[in-house]
């Protein structure tokens, strides 16, 4: 089945700075890639999504990347504000078989006054 | 608020018990999702069901069983509670059942076992 990897874990930046966050999938036929932010206690919330046949999508101060030949996918943040503070899941789903999510692992991203 | 409703908020109860776990998707939606979220497992999928239909399993335990009704609500039920059960569990909901579908999640039910 679909595997999801999930870097950095952690990650810590000072207010203004960017962040990035990396994902890595196994499936070949994965087609979907959203991005999830969880606040603490919260429910995940879609926050942008990418489909295969784009290479990149911006909302504002999100973006995500799609490299389909190494099947990874990236979400970047910039000027980050303490409020971006969550845990960020990346996901993905697979052409076929209904719209199963497979989520990573988590990223706890702080952002620092 | 996503528009997906899930009731109830929190549920405390003791092994060997069984309980019901109720989601209401957004206004429009068809398929309904249940996914467990646990510190050790992460986010899990469940279950996908599409206007009335199975779509898709995930590693659900036999314990475990869902279904959607014609009003299109969902109910999962747990049965036969294990310590490990203890978990928060989100119901999302898509418009079609089909993979590249935004799913927005309700704000789950923290099952606690006792």
């Known amino acids: 089945g679909e595997n999801v990897e999930q870097h950095p874990s952690t990650l810590s930046v000072q207010e203004g700075d960017s962040a990035v966050i990396k994902c890595t999938y196994s499936?070949?036929?994965?087609?979907?890639f959203p991005w999830y932010k969880q606040e603490l206690g919260k429910r995940p919330q879609l926050i942008i999504d990418?489909?295969?046949?784009?290479g990149e999508k911006k909302d504002q101060r999100i973006a995500v990347t799609l490299n389909k030949t190494a099947k990874h996918f990236s979400l970047h943040i910039t000027e980050t504000q303490p409020e971006d503070s969550a845990v960020y899941f990346c996901?993905?789903?697979?052409?076929?078989?209904?719209?199963?999510?497979?989520f990573g692992t988590g990223t706890q991203l702080k952002v620092e006054l | 608020d996503s528009g997906v409703t899930q009731t109830p908020k929190h549920l405390i109860t003791a092994t060997g018990q069984r309980v019901t776990l109720r989601c209401s998707p957004r206004?429009?939606?068809?398929?309904v999702y249940w996914y467990q979220q646990s510190l050790d497992q992460g986010l899990q999928f469940l279950i996908q069901y599409y206007n009335g239909e199975e779509r898709a399993k995930g590693n659900i335990l036999e314990r475990f069983s869902a279904q959607q009704f014609p009003d299109l609500h969902s109910e999962l039920n747990l049965s036969s509670l294990e310590l490990g059960d203890s978990a928060l569990y989100f119901c999302?909901?898509?418009?079609?059942?089909?993979?590249?579908?935004?799913?927005?999640f309700g704000d789950g039910t923290r099952l606690s076992i006792l």
């Open positions: 996901a993905a789903s697979r052409a076929g078989g209904g719209n199963k999510l497979t």
């Open positions: 990418i489909r295969s046949n784009v």
């Open positions: 206004s429009g939606d068809l398929s």
């Open positions: 999302a909901s898509s418009a079609q059942g089909a993979s590249n579908q935004p799913q927005h």
């Open positions: 499936d070949s036929a994965s087609n979907y």
